[in-house]
């Protein structure tokens, strides 16, 4: 984690993620320049660790996001690479005690820093399938839990917040409009644009 955060500033990673609007420092975002033994196939692709909330000296795990400016089908892979034997774990972890009344939990990480940028406590989860029974614990002491759903062609992203919400009863399902997802609505519409659709 700490080669590819030395890595990230003026990096091709730090530009990809200030066009979304975003800022990947508080994150320890980084840039796979230089990967390390088993981390090749991650070369040139931004750098996602999942920090425990102790800190950025305490990495659960790193996933790895393309970058580059093409069709990820067409090239061959996928959008997202995981390390071998990696388990779906939560993404921003730091926000599940911070002592908000209400949390989001959005589907892909990029749509959590979103939400954090628009002031809501957010975690992540790695893709509709990247949900599991025993996250809902972790989400049972809140008035409220907003299930961010990416509005989509595939309906994916209902499915996801639909998969969620019936395991969390204090959960209210938000779609974004029409072709949106968190990021693509902060950045198109700003801050309050996504907290006005939730209520806040």
Request: aromatic share 10%.
């Amino acid at each position: 984690m700490k080669r590819y955060a030395e890595a990230y500033t003026g990096s091709p990673a730090e530009e990809y993620i200030a066009r979304r609007g975003l800022d990947g420092e508080p994150f320890a975002l980084g840039f796979v320049e230089n990967p390390i033994p088993g981390h090749e196939r991650a070369r040139g692709m931004l750098a996602i660790p999942y920090l425990r909330p102790a800190g950025a000296k305490y990495t659960a795990t790193i996933r790895f996001r393309c970058i580059e400016d093409h069709s990820c089908k067409d090239a061959g892979h996928g959008k997202y690479y995981s390390l071998p034997g990696d388990r779906p774990r939560l993404y921003n972890t730091k926000a599940l005690i911070g002592g908000s009344p209400y949390v989001a939990i959005t589907e892909g990480e990029m749509d959590a820093l979103a939400a954090v940028a628009c002031g809501i406590p957010a975690v992540g989860v790695a893709g509709v399938s990247g949900w599991r029974e025993h996250f809902a614990p972790a989400f049972l002491g809140y008035e409220t839990v907003f299930i961010l759903a990416d509005s989509d062609d595939a309906g994916q992203g209902i499915e996801f917040a639909d998969k969620v919400a019936s395991q969390l009863p204090n959960a209210k399902v938000i779609p974004m409009p029409n072709g949106h997802d968190v990021n693509s609505l902060y950045l198109s519409s700003g801050r309050d644009a996504v907290r006005n659709l939730i209520g806040l």
